[in-house]
């Protein structure tokens, strides 16, 4: 924990510039930044079912591109399909 104490005849705005400083010297913020947006890593398994699901898409929109019948509609259909 940063703790800073008033001076002798020492401002406001003074007090706040060196609490700010010793802050960003400690790395608290730079620790704080990068463990808010932190994701959990994948596992094996995850990582394989979630590899194959885009394979089976990819199969899927590439057929329908064959077919000349693929838009947006068709896409959600497929992943409609895929998820159930």
Do not use: H, P
């Not at 003074?14 to 620790?31: D, E, N, T």
């Not at 898409?57 to 057929?63: A, D, L, V």
């Amino acid at each position: 924990m940063i703790e800073v104490r008033k001076k002798d005849r020492e401002t406001s705005e003074s007090l706040i510039r060196r609490f700010s400083r010793r802050v960003q010297q400690s790395g608290v913020l730079m620790r704080a930044r990068r463990s808010r947006f932190r994701e959990d890593l994948k596992n094996r398994r995850e990582k394989r079912i979630e590899a194959l699901y885009k394979v089976q898409i990819r199969k899927e929109i590439g057929k329908l591109k064959k077919l000349g019948k693929f838009d947006d509609e068709a896409l959600r259909n497929v992943k409609r399909k895929l998820n159930q």
